[in-house]
């Protein structure tokens, strides 16, 4: 690690000025980026702690409505959500292991947007609404790419709302190593439509299927993706699968993600 | 009732409540007054010329003591390679020298280019990155066919080639095994990959050299297997240092696996710097270091052939291997692809005739060394494979066609120059029929089927050579030490036990196991003996722990030592007792006169020893202390069978092993518990070679998977509860406690069994694979059956 500045403040406005500062980088719950330090991959200046701020470990359930703080951990998710939207919550339990979702948060994840992630395909999966200390991007506006965002230098991830979907479901295919997603489905059904997004396959990180969501708002049923497919040629090929195979686990992945939504 | 002491007793393993409790003492663990501390600018490339280095900018940084470069280490050896192979043409095996630093050029990724050595670490990797080096980029050679091509660039250039030894072992003459498969009723080919591993001990390496000005003597504390081992090569070999000098301490070591047997040069730099720097200098490897510094395991490329009578007799077996060394000869390199793979090519079976041709290839990689069954997993893992592919080939039952070829008559002489003591491979075969529940398989394949999987089973056999020796034979062969072990049994006044052994306890519980072989002999308590390891300072010459030879090796050792202090002690109770030591008996701890109510207690006797008030003074020497070496007159067989069931998801090609049986003979057991302990860890590392592991390089000689994050470890998970039963048991004959070993057997037996599971199941399923290589990830899979 290199040398940097520490700073815990308790309120977001605190936390904004302290970003202000050049070279000045937020930290969640550390699991992505302490690692980052340690291996001197990152130099900030100076680290401005968010998990100390009240306002961003608030959770609230308003009827069809789930706001997640943006230093809610992983954990908490999965205990809070149990009830309202379970397969958020199932999702959340099987992020990493019980230390990674112990200290990791929702605001780490998304504003990381790594392409296995797991929550980048719930925010997107449910149309969340991610919510800064200046203003409210939707999902489809939100990510744009590999570890990319609609997030401005300095800009903090304050909440996340979830609208909850009549049913839904996460089936997560795990990458052999890091058991992130080698693919991730995430679909639900909501009166609006069917959303599907997908993690860990695609080369421009988490997107929706939409031929997907056209077939199953027609008929929310296994049966109704029969014949689709995703283009191999966009999705990612590496040592843990060729393109052809992720392109193939889309279709799996979905099917069952469905099955199971019920 | 179970024995609660001594031989065949389960106690729990002690040295566990101190690693379970955060009270163990690593290498890590050890600070030293004043220590400086080493950061090591590795390669990023694979292949270059060092065209220059600029040290002095970051010389001027804060905290640096000193910058070491391959021109300090001009003056001594290179790291030695332990094992002279002979080639099939009679020629030595190529051997380039092996510096602790580059010396000029880049070999691979992860190769040491520099050494910082500063006040904190921190400062010392500030430095490195101060560094300026100038590199003249080579072609990187990886992929092992080409590096025996013509024109391929050489990673070494003062060689004539990448060729290490081209070897043949067995029948060497072509034509007459050509016969034997020209007349053949059939023959079964396989090509197959033993895909390269990297150890990944718990507890990276870490080394501390320390030197005192006031007596000339060097401490090197470091997370070996065998201390003793890496005195006598980094002195003798490496810095010309005096033994007597040296003093190498490994205190706990959290796991080795292979990967600590040898000398690296990141001990050597330590010792040579702290001289230098006159301070104590530590290293402590991250784990991504790890991945690119320590030795590699495995990474054959194989082509075997396996030809039957029409009776299904195997007739001859013919193989054809690459073997990766990486870009230097680590320490047992050489000795892993020849005589440990090629004397273990006849397996359990009376195949007559058997040929091993092996060549091994330098490589712009890491050094490739044994792992964890070195050598023997990878010839169980290709004829286990070849038998198998030979009885679906035939329609043949695969139990069937092993238990016809059996070997059942023992002492046995194999065409690869091993002698079997014993053995009953009839015997194993049939307990994990029974524990594996054979019988059963079809209900669970229909019920595996009910829930849309494919199941499979799948079966091998294997037998190992242990404890290798004796020493005069492996030095024939090529080996550059000798295979004995020693100890030192000493009584104290009070009647309690230390021995001080050659082995090295990294995870094997020796500190639990050796002292019930002690404590059953005296009749005494286990808690009343300890042992002492891992200091050259303190215990006798030993070879170190590996290969399975602790108990065999070393225990032998151990009890030779204690018969004499046995035979002592009664000579001292007969004076006591005024009797004749041919009459005494030691039985619980009490020395009587046979045939009288005459008694006097071990405690008695050993107080005796040191207070020497009443005891024969002119015949016998006061005190109770004695030393054993033991060179064993054989290697170790033992010998067993394995089960495994997958089920497989034929959407996804996601393996899950559902059952796994084995049915080991490892002779006499000395703490059963431990054994179980020692065949899950096996079993659970073959399975993460067979399913999971992969050390995989790309075209350029990048790693690609360097990190936990591309290289699958198994988890629990993974792996299922075992069914383990040893109660076969043909001891051996030549060692005193009959005693096989048992460390390795697990990671040789069960990668076969997996990989035969899958094909197995596939072929339930209408696919038509033969065989995939490992590991048999998801991708794999699902390629296979859909290729
Ligand atoms: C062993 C392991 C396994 C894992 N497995 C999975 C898995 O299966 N699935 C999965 O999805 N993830 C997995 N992760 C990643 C984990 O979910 C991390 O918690 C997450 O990626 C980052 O969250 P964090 O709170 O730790 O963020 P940090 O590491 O603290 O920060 C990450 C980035 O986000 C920024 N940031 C943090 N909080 C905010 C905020 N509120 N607003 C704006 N920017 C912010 C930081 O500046 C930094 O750039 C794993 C991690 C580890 C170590």
């Given at each position: 690690m290199y040398e940097f500045e520490f700073e815990k403040p308790s309120t977001v406005a605190e936390a904004v000025a302290a970003l202000a500062d050049e070279d000045a980088q937020a930290l969640g719950g550390g699991q992505t980026l302490i690692p980052t330090l340690k291996q001197r991959l990152a130099m900030p200046s100076k680290l401005v702690s968010l998990t100390g701020i009240p306002q961003l470990k608030e959770l609230s359930d308003n009827g069809g409505m789930l706001t997640i703080g943006g230093a809610v951990t992983h954990a908490e998710v999965a205990a809070a959500a149990a009830g309202s939207y379970p397969a958020l919550a199932e999702l959340a339990s099987h992020i990493g292991d019980p230390a990674v979702r112990n200290r990791g948060t929702i605001g780490g994840s998304l504003a990381n947007n790594d392409p296995a992630a797991c929550y980048p395909a719930a925010a997107l999966g449910s149309g969340a609404t991610i919510v800064t200390n200046a203003r409210e991007i939707t999902a489809d506006d939100y990510f744009q790419g590999l570890f990319e965002t609609a997030l401005n230098e300095g800009e903090i991830i304050t909440a996340v709302r979830f609208p909850v979907p009549e049913k839904a479901n996460y089936q997560k295919f795990l990458q052999p190593a890091s058991r992130f997603a080698l693919v991730g489905v995430f679909a639900a059904k909501y009166a609006a439509g069917v959303r599907v997004a997908v993690t860990g396959a695609s080369e421009e990180g988490v997107f929706r299927w939409h031929e997907a969501e056209a077939a199953l708002d027609a008929s929310f049923a296994p049966d109704a993706l029969n014949g689709l497919s995703v283009d191999a040629g966009s999705m990612i090929g590496d040592l843990h699968g060729s393109k052809e195979y992720r392109a193939h686990l889309v279709g799996v992945m979905t099917k069952r993600a469905v099955a199971a939504a019920g | 009732m179970p024995k609660d002491n001594g031989i065949g007793a389960s106690p729990k393993r002690r040295e566990d409540v101190r690693f379970l409790t955060g009270a163990g003492n690593y290498t890590d663990d050890i600070n030293v007054h004043g220590q400086a501390h080493v950061h090591f600018l590795r390669a990023d490339v694979a292949h270059a010329t060092i065209n220059s280095i600029d040290t002095s900018a970051a010389e001027a940084m804060p905290g640096v003591v000193k910058i070491f470069t391959g021109a300090d280490f001009a003056e001594v050896g290179g790291i030695p390679c332990g094992w002279g192979v002979t080639d099939r043409h009679g020629n030595p095996q190529q051997e380039p020298r092996h510096p602790i630093i580059a010396d000029g050029t880049i070999r691979h990724v992860g190769e040491i280019v520099a050494a910082v050595v500063a006040d904190t670490l921190e400062q010392a990797r500030d430095a490195a990155e101060a560094i300026e080096l100038d590199l003249g980029d080579k072609p990187a050679v990886v992929d092992m066919a080409a590096a025996l091509g013509d024109g391929s660039t050489k990673v070494h250039e003062d060689l004539t080639s990448n060729l290490c030894y081209d070897w043949v072992f067995g029948n060497p003459d072509d034509d007459a095994v050509q016969a034997a498969f020209d007349s053949a009723a059939h023959v079964t080919t396989l090509e197959l990959v033993n895909n390269r591993l990297v150890a990944n001990p718990m507890e990276p390496r870490v080394a501390i050299g320390d030197y005192s000005r006031g007596t000339d003597e060097y401490t090197l504390h470091t997370t070996s297997q065998n201390p003793h081992v890496i005195r006598l090569l980094m002195c003798a070999f490496v810095l010309g240092l005096p033994e007597h000098k040296v003093r190498v301490i490994a205190p706990d070591v959290g796991g080795g696996f292979g990967s600590k047997i040898f000398h690296y040069a990141e001990e050597a730099f330590c010792t040579f710097a702290a001289h230098a720097c006159g301070r104590a200098v530590k290293w402590t490897s991250t784990r991504s270091e790890a991945f690119i510094s320590d030795a590699h395991g495995r990474d054959h490329v194989t082509k075997i052939e396996l030809a039957l009578d029409a009776d299904n007799n195997f007739t001859a077996l013919r193989t054809n291997t690459m073997a990766n060394m990486g870009a230097y000869l680590s320490t047992f390199s050489t000795s892993v692809p020849s005589y440990l793979h090629g004397t273990l090519m006849a397996g359990n079976y009376k195949t007559p005739i058997v040929q091993v041709n092996v060549k091994t290839v330098f490589t712009n990689t890491v050094p490739v060394d044994a792992y964890r069954g070195a050598g023997r997993p990878e010839a169980t893992f290709q004829l286990e494979r070849v038998i198998d592919k030979a009885a679906r080939e035939l329609g043949a039952d695969p139990i069937a066609l092993r238990r016809q070829n059996f070997i059942t008559q023992f002492p046995y002489e194999t065409p690869v120059a091993l002698t079997y003591d014993t053995g009953d491979y009839v015997a194993t075969m049939d307990k994990l029929e029974e524990v594996a529940d054979v019988a059963g398989f079809a209900a669970r394949r229909a019920e595996s089927e009910k829930n849309g999987k494919l199941r499979g089973f799948g079966i091998n056999c294997y037998i190992e050579a242990c404890g290798i020796a004796p020493s005069n034979i492996v030095g024939m062969l090529g080996?550059?030490?000798?295979?004995y072990d020693a100890a030192t049994v000493r009584v104290n006044a009070t009647g309690t036990v230390s021995v001080f052994v050659g082995a090295h306890s990294h995870g094997q519980g020796h500190e639990t196991s050796f002292p019930q072989v002690v404590a059953e002999m005296i009749g005494i308590d286990e808690s009343m003996v300890d042992i002492v390891h891992g200091d050259t300072g303190r215990v006798p010459f030993g070879m170190g722990t590996?290969?399975?030879r602790s108990i065999a090796v070393c225990g032998s050792a151990m009890v030779r030592a204690t018969e004499k202090i046995i035979a002592k002690a009664k000579k001292i109770a007969a004076h006591l007792m005024e009797a004749s030591d041919a009459d005494i008996e030691l039985k619980d701890g009490q020395f009587t006169v046979a045939g009288t109510d005459k008694s006097v207690a071990w405690g008695d006797v050993t107080l005796t020893a040191y207070?020497?008030?009443?005891?024969p003074l002119e015949e016998l020497e006061p005190g109770l202390e004695e030393t054993a070496f033991y060179d064993p007159a054989n290697f170790t067989y033992p010998s067993g069978a394995y089960a495994c069931e997958v089920e497989v998801d034929p959407d996804t090609g996601k393996v899950s092993i559902e059952r796994f049986s084995a049915a080991d003979d490892f002779g006499n057991i000395i703490n059963p518990m431990i054994v179980d302990g020692q065949v899950h860890g096996g079993l659970g590392q073959g399975i993460g070679q067979a399913l999971l592991e992969n050390a995989a390089y790309d075209e350029d000689g990048q790693l690609l998977s360097a990190s936990f994050m591309d290289y699958a470890m198994p988890r629990a998970d993974d792996v299922p509860f075992y069914q383990v039963d040893h109660s076969c048991q043909t001891p051996c004959t030549h060692n005193p406690l009959g005693v096989k070993g048992c460390g390795e057997a697990g990671a040789i037996g069960s990668p076969p069994a997996v990989v035969n599971a899958v094909i197995d199941a596939l072929q339930s399923g209408g696919k038509n694979v033969t065989h995939i290589d490992m590991p048999l990830s998801p991708a794999r899979v699902w390629a296979a059956m859909n290729g």
């Amino acid at each position: 690690m290199y040398e940097f500045e520490f700073e815990k403040p308790s309120t977001v406005a605190e936390a904004v000025a302290a970003l202000a500062d050049e070279d000045a980088q937020a930290l969640g719950g550390g699991q992505t980026l302490i690692p980052t330090l340690k291996q001197r991959l990152a130099m900030p200046s100076k680290l401005v702690s968010l998990t100390g701020i009240p306002q961003l470990k608030e959770l609230s359930d308003n009827g069809g409505m789930l706001t997640i703080g943006g230093a809610v951990t992983h954990a908490e998710v999965a205990a809070a959500a149990a009830g309202s939207y379970p397969a958020l919550a199932e999702l959340a339990s099987h992020i990493g292991d019980p230390a990674v979702r112990n200290r990791g948060t929702i605001g780490g994840s998304l504003a990381n947007n790594d392409p296995a992630a797991c929550y980048p395909a719930a925010a997107l999966g449910s149309g969340a609404t991610i919510v800064t200390n200046a203003r409210e991007i939707t999902a489809d506006d939100y990510f744009q790419g590999l570890f990319e965002t609609a997030l401005n230098e300095g800009e903090i991830i304050t909440a996340v709302r979830f609208p909850v979907p009549e049913k839904a479901n996460y089936q997560k295919f795990l990458q052999p190593a890091s058991r992130f997603a080698l693919v991730g489905v995430f679909a639900a059904k909501y009166a609006a439509g069917v959303r599907v997004a997908v993690t860990g396959a695609s080369e421009e990180g988490v997107f929706r299927w939409h031929e997907a969501e056209a077939a199953l708002d027609a008929s929310f049923a296994p049966d109704a993706l029969n014949g689709l497919s995703v283009d191999a040629g966009s999705m990612i090929g590496d040592l843990h699968g060729s393109k052809e195979y992720r392109a193939h686990l889309v279709g799996v992945m979905t099917k069952r993600a469905v099955a199971a939504a019920g | 009732m179970p024995k609660d002491n001594g031989i065949g007793a389960s106690p729990k393993r002690r040295e566990d409540v101190r690693f379970l409790t955060g009270a163990g003492n690593y290498t890590d663990d050890i600070n030293v007054h004043g220590q400086a501390h080493v950061h090591f600018l590795r390669a990023d490339v694979a292949h270059a010329t060092i065209n220059s280095i600029d040290t002095s900018a970051a010389e001027a940084m804060p905290g640096v003591v000193k910058i070491f470069t391959g021109a300090d280490f001009a003056e001594v050896g290179g790291i030695p390679c332990g094992w002279g192979v002979t080639d099939r043409h009679g020629n030595p095996q190529q051997e380039p020298r092996h510096p602790i630093i580059a010396d000029g050029t880049i070999r691979h990724v992860g190769e040491i280019v520099a050494a910082v050595v500063a006040d904190t670490l921190e400062q010392a990797r500030d430095a490195a990155e101060a560094i300026e080096l100038d590199l003249g980029d080579k072609p990187a050679v990886v992929d092992m066919a080409a590096a025996l091509g013509d024109g391929s660039t050489k990673v070494h250039e003062d060689l004539t080639s990448n060729l290490c030894y081209d070897w043949v072992f067995g029948n060497p003459d072509d034509d007459a095994v050509q016969a034997a498969f020209d007349s053949a009723a059939h023959v079964t080919t396989l090509e197959l990959v033993n895909n390269r591993l990297v150890a990944n001990p718990m507890e990276p390496r870490v080394a501390i050299g320390d030197y005192s000005r006031g007596t000339d003597e060097y401490t090197l504390h470091t997370t070996s297997q065998n201390p003793h081992v890496i005195r006598l090569l980094m002195c003798a070999f490496v810095l010309g240092l005096p033994e007597h000098k040296v003093r190498v301490i490994a205190p706990d070591v959290g796991g080795g696996f292979g990967s600590k047997i040898f000398h690296y040069a990141e001990e050597a730099f330590c010792t040579f710097a702290a001289h230098a720097c006159g301070r104590a200098v530590k290293w402590t490897s991250t784990r991504s270091e790890a991945f690119i510094s320590d030795a590699h395991g495995r990474d054959h490329v194989t082509k075997i052939e396996l030809a039957l009578d029409a009776d299904n007799n195997f007739t001859a077996l013919r193989t054809n291997t690459m073997a990766n060394m990486g870009a230097y000869l680590s320490t047992f390199s050489t000795s892993v692809p020849s005589y440990l793979h090629g004397t273990l090519m006849a397996g359990n079976y009376k195949t007559p005739i058997v040929q091993v041709n092996v060549k091994t290839v330098f490589t712009n990689t890491v050094p490739v060394d044994a792992y964890r069954g070195a050598g023997r997993p990878e010839a169980t893992f290709q004829l286990e494979r070849v038998i198998d592919k030979a009885a679906r080939e035939l329609g043949a039952d695969p139990i069937a066609l092993r238990r016809q070829n059996f070997i059942t008559q023992f002492p046995y002489e194999t065409p690869v120059a091993l002698t079997y003591d014993t053995g009953d491979y009839v015997a194993t075969m049939d307990k994990l029929e029974e524990v594996a529940d054979v019988a059963g398989f079809a209900a669970r394949r229909a019920e595996s089927e009910k829930n849309g999987k494919l199941r499979g089973f799948g079966i091998n056999c294997y037998i190992e050579a242990c404890g290798i020796a004796p020493s005069n034979i492996v030095g024939m062969l090529g080996a550059r030490a000798g295979l004995y072990d020693a100890a030192t049994v000493r009584v104290n006044a009070t009647g309690t036990v230390s021995v001080f052994v050659g082995a090295h306890s990294h995870g094997q519980g020796h500190e639990t196991s050796f002292p019930q072989v002690v404590a059953e002999m005296i009749g005494i308590d286990e808690s009343m003996v300890d042992i002492v390891h891992g200091d050259t300072g303190r215990v006798p010459f030993g070879m170190g722990t590996y290969g399975s030879r602790s108990i065999a090796v070393c225990g032998s050792a151990m009890v030779r030592a204690t018969e004499k202090i046995i035979a002592k002690a009664k000579k001292i109770a007969a004076h006591l007792m005024e009797a004749s030591d041919a009459d005494i008996e030691l039985k619980d701890g009490q020395f009587t006169v046979a045939g009288t109510d005459k008694s006097v207690a071990w405690g008695d006797v050993t107080l005796t020893a040191y207070v020497p008030h009443n005891y024969p003074l002119e015949e016998l020497e006061p005190g109770l202390e004695e030393t054993a070496f033991y060179d064993p007159a054989n290697f170790t067989y033992p010998s067993g069978a394995y089960a495994c069931e997958v089920e497989v998801d034929p959407d996804t090609g996601k393996v899950s092993i559902e059952r796994f049986s084995a049915a080991d003979d490892f002779g006499n057991i000395i703490n059963p518990m431990i054994v179980d302990g020692q065949v899950h860890g096996g079993l659970g590392q073959g399975i993460g070679q067979a399913l999971l592991e992969n050390a995989a390089y790309d075209e350029d000689g990048q790693l690609l998977s360097a990190s936990f994050m591309d290289y699958a470890m198994p988890r629990a998970d993974d792996v299922p509860f075992y069914q383990v039963d040893h109660s076969c048991q043909t001891p051996c004959t030549h060692n005193p406690l009959g005693v096989k070993g048992c460390g390795e057997a697990g990671a040789i037996g069960s990668p076969p069994a997996v990989v035969n599971a899958v094909i197995d199941a596939l072929q339930s399923g209408g696919k038509n694979v033969t065989h995939i290589d490992m590991p048999l990830s998801p991708a794999r899979v699902w390629a296979a059956m859909n290729g």
